[in-house]
């Protein structure tokens, strides 16, 4: 059998009901020359007997059964079955436009510089209603640009609308995603990709239709959606960059979780540390608003280790001290006792 010129990588964990939309969004693709490779991680929902029928109907479907492993296990056991050129991330709950996979494909190869591309996508709920638009991003980023400018434009491949060549693919040694990022592994990708490769983001209509429900019936191959470790994840990737830039060993390679990387992250240049602080307080926000307060505490907390002036520490203490009157209000006492503590230690 010829080799297809795109692969499309789908991991699947207890994805009904959503799974028939995302792999019916693929099979009907302008682009017919395709191959779909689903990895069931482990699903216990049902979600095994509709990817059997399907590979039943469809030759292009091949079908990867595995014990759970994580969604980054996953990914890289479905990237290592890939035959394409191309190679193209898919979620089983999301949908793929008609013309994404030409329109990628396409573009990839008119740019043969450029090692993976991403597009705009649409957010929609459990019923399909759109929600937003993603914003277009920044169209295109060189190769080896310095740490403090790829954090300030943030070219973010996101993982589901990527679409990378295979021989770039290969580079990683299988582990194209890196399972310590259990969320964010787009963005630690983004960094290792543009060491020595150029990105582009497809602007215009969205090809992707990325959908957005309560957390809790979200694919549990992401262990956690919790906006603090999402926060350390990203604190985490950015340390791991600014190693490899400067020839020091990566501290990801080593570490068990992100949190215990922070005191690193405290060493980073006052450029690269605004960044993580300015991320810090747009999560705080969020989770305020969630009435997440353990979690909005715990941000703040590290954010106070991040503070490089005076400015900022006064800034993490008036947010400490809102928290605080939330955590009171509802009487999360343990909450009331890490904020207290936190202040008292500025």
């Not at 190679?87 to 573009?107: H, K, V, W």
């Not at 993603?134 to 640009?145: K, S």
């Not at 259990?182 to 020595?196: G, H």
């Amino acid at each position: 059998m010829p080799a297809p010129g795109v692969s499309v990588v789908m991991a699947v964990y207890n994805g009904l009901p959503y799974l028939a939309a995302a792999v019916d969004s693929i099979l009907r693709q302008t682009m017919e020359d395709l191959e779909l490779i689903i990895v069931d991680d482990g699903s216990t929902d049902g979600s095994a007997a509709v990817i059997a029928d399907y590979e039943k109907q469809d030759a292009r479907i091949r079908v990867l059964h595995r014990q759970n492993a994580g969604l980054a296990a996953a990914r890289n056991a479905g990237i290592a079955l890939a035959r394409g050129g191309f190679i193209a991330m898919m979620d089983g709950d999301d949908e793929s436009m008609p013309d994404r996979l030409r329109r990628q494909a396409d573009f990839l190869q008119a740019n043969p510089d450029v090692a993976a591309v991403a597009c705009r996508c649409v957010f929609i709920d459990a019923e399909g209603r759109v929600l937003k638009v993603q914003r277009e991003r920044t169209p295109l980023q060189d190769a080896g640009l310095p740490l403090e400018v790829q954090v300030r434009r943030v070219i973010v491949q996101a993982n589901q609308t990527v679409m990378l060549r295979a021989k770039v693919a290969s580079e990683f040694g299988g582990m194209v995603y890196r399972p310590f990022f259990t969320v964010l592994q787009d963005f630690d990708l983004s960094f290792r990709l543009a060491e020595k490769h150029r990105l582009a983001n497809l602007n215009g209509a969205p090809l992707y239709r990325y959908r957005q429900y309560a957390p809790d019936k979200k694919s549990a191959n992401l262990s956690s959606r919790d906006q603090a470790l999402r926060w350390h994840c990203g604190s985490a990737a950015i340390l791991s960059a600014w190693a490899r830039q400067n020839g020091e060993p990566d501290p990801v390679e080593t570490a068990r979780d992100p949190r215990a990387l922070l005191p690193l992250v405290a060493q980073l240049p006052s450029q690269i540390k605004a960044h993580r602080i300015n991320d810090a307080s747009a999560q705080c926000r969020r989770l305020l608003k969630e009435n997440r307060l353990e979690l909005a505490a715990e941000i703040i907390t590290g954010l106070q280790t991040l503070a490089a002036t005076e400015a900022d520490r006064r800034v993490a203490g008036r947010t400490l001290r809102r928290i605080l009157f939330y955590a009171v209000r509802g009487g999360k006492w343990r909450t009331v006792a890490a904020v207290t503590h936190a202040l008292r230690r500025r």
